[in-house]
Every structure is written in structure tokens, then in C-alpha cells.
């Protein structure tokens, strides 16, 4: 299994950008597709976006397309989600996963049963 750690939440005003980082133990990161999800307070967790090992493929929640950035740098051990026009409904705690997918290069998840690692979690929030 590896090991997830993630950071660069805060606080930040309606309108405002952050990226978070997703940062993975071990030599193996890139045989892991990853995915990012959150979950606010009574709610359930909510899938945002997705990427493949390769980084080829990605996809992303319809209340997060074209504001939210998935990406990856295999090298650096870490998955990225870029937040902009960031809006008071995104305050959440935002967790990475991660999905030993050692055959397909191309291949994203979505469903959170799909995942068998999870970081922590760090709190966004949004201010009005």
C-alpha cells in the first residue's frame, strides 16, 4: 500500500485559486492511478477528479469541470489538483486516493470503493 500525505489547503476567498498537492510513499507511485474526492460537513464523500498512472487520461466531476486541474508528476511522487474560481459550496476536506493499477496506463477511476488508499485530508475553506 502507499502512503499518502496531503497539503496546500486553507483559507481563501470566494473567487480565489489553490492547489492542493498529494504527495505518495514508495517507488511504485507510478503504477497507481489517483483520484481526488471531498466531503463537507453531513454530506457525502463527492468524487472530483480522476487521472490515469500515465497521466494520459483524466476526468472530472461536472461541479468541478473547467475550474479544477488534475495532474501528476510521477517523478516528484505527487498528484496535483489545481482549485480556481473557488466558490463557498467547495469548502470541504479534500482527501487524495490512490488504486494499484499495474496493467492499464490509460485507466481512471471515480468510485471511492474503487481506491484502497487515502490520505488524511486537508481543510478547504471558502469564504463570501
Known amino acids: 500500500q502507499v502512503q499518502l500525505v496531503e497539503s496546500g489547503g486553507g483559507l481563501v476567498q470566494a473567487g480565489g485559486s489553490l492547489r492542493l498537492s498529494c504527495a505518495a510513499s514508495g517507488r511504485t507511485f507510478s503504477s497507481y492511478a489517483m483520484g481526488w474526492f471531498r466531503q463537507a460537513p453531513g454530506k457525502e464523500r463527492e468524487f472530483l477528479a480522476a487521472?490515469?498512472?500515465?497521466?494520459?487520461?483524466?476526468t472530472y466531476a461536472d461541479s468541478v469541470k473547467g475550474r479544477f486541474t488534475i495532474s501528476r508528476d510521477n517523478a516528484k511522487n505527487t498528484v496535483y489538483l489545481q482549485m480556481n474560481s473557488l466558490k463557498p459550496e467547495d469548502t470541504a476536506v479534500y482527501y487524495c486516493?490512490?488504486?494499484?493499477?499495474?496493467?492499464?496506463?490509460?485507466?481512471?477511476?471515480?468510485?471511492?470503493?474503487?481506491?484502497?488508499?487515502w490520505g488524511q485530508g486537508t481543510q478547504v475553506t471558502v469564504s463570501s
Open positions: 486516493a490512490a488504486r494499484f493499477t499495474p496493467y492499464n496506463r490509460n485507466t481512471y477511476h471515480t468510485e471511492a470503493s474503487d481506491f484502497g488508499s
Open positions: 487521472i490515469s498512472r500515465s497521466g494520459a487520461a483524466t
